[in-house]
């Protein structure tokens, strides 16, 4: 299945999207959904008449996510070019709700910060509560992917040792447009998907997503050893090379500038930078 969140005059709205276009279902968000027991059942059994799928506003997918997590370098070849070793556990840290929005959404450039760059990352999407969970466990729980661009301020980011405040400006960090369920992905819990990231159409950034060095599976494991994961949670994986930081000379978003993210078999996002 492919669900999204969907606005709607009455607010949002889950939906399941079909060939013919969006089916709302009886969910505020994807979020609300997944806090279901029997969510699968009742997402795929849920008729309707179509929305044009063009046409829907698409919010976050999961609107407000009692957690994000992010993980840092976590490419193998990304890693191995920039001539560190591979690491031995995943370094993660933590977005806020109030940085997501929607696949076509503007992204606001803060006037505070002239270092804006971009970060393509598949994106786990918990669907059933694990504490401590056990590699099957962590496999049974996740509820399938979508795709994080964790734009980031880069000149907040390293005002310190700490990356939060550089990651989660407000109003910045598209999410969606879909949930795809690991049935309907190469690879299953472990997908294995061309990764790409254009800005005003020149490619960034291209990756496959087996090249992870923590997989989503590790990482639901690791993440659910420090606190419980439940249904609605994100875990953004890691970005391959190609930002803009790295670039010499360095290379950030302006206004008007377009980011486009794309990953196989789930979707895109196309998001334009804007002062205001």
């Not at 009886?26 to 279901?36: K, M, N, S």
């Not at 008729?47 to 829907?56: N, T």
């Not at 159409?201 to 087996?210: F, L, R």
Request: contains cysteine; charged residues 25%; hydrophobic residues 40%.
């Amino acid at each position: 299945m492919k669900l999204a969140t969907v606005r709607t005059d009455d607010g949002t709205r889950a939906a399941r999207l079909t060939s013919g276009g969006y089916v709302l279902l009886d969910a505020p968000d994807v979020g609300a959904l997944l806090a279901r027991e029997d969510w699968p059942d009742e997402a795929a059994a849920a008729g309707g008449e179509p929305r044009p799928a063009d046409a829907a506003d698409l919010a976050p997918v999961v609107p407000r996510p009692g957690k994000v997590l992010c993980v840092g370098l976590n490419y193998r070849p990304h890693i191995l070019e920039m001539g560190r070793d591979l690491p031995e556990y995943p370094t993660l840290f933590a977005k806020f709700a109030e940085a997501l929005i929607g696949a076509r959404d503007d992204i606001r450039l803060a006037p505070e910060s002239s270092a804006v760059d971009w970060e393509a990352e598949l994106t786990v999407v918990i669907g059933r509560t694990v504490r401590r969970a056990s590699e099957e466990e962590a496999s049974q729980a996740i509820a399938g992917f979508t795709i994080m661009n964790d734009i980031t301020m880069r000149d907040w980011q390293f005002r310190t040792r700490e990356w939060l405040q550089g990651k989660t400006f407000e109003g910045t960090t598209p999410l969606g447009p879909v949930l795809v369920t690991p049935d309907e992905l190469p690879g299953g819990v472990r997908p294995a998907l061309p990764l790409t990231c254009r800005v005003d159409g020149a490619v960034m950034q291209k990756a496959e997503t087996s090249d992870l060095v923590f997989d989503p599976v590790d990482l639901v494991r690791y993440a659910s050893t420090v606190l419980t994961l439940r249904p609605g949670d994100v875990i953004a994986t890691g970005t391959p090379g190609g930002v803009g930081h790295a670039r010499k000379p360095p290379r950030y978003l302006s206004d008007g500038m377009t980011v486009v993210t794309e990953i196989g078999g789930i979707g895109r996002l196309e998001n334009t930078a804007r002062t205001s």
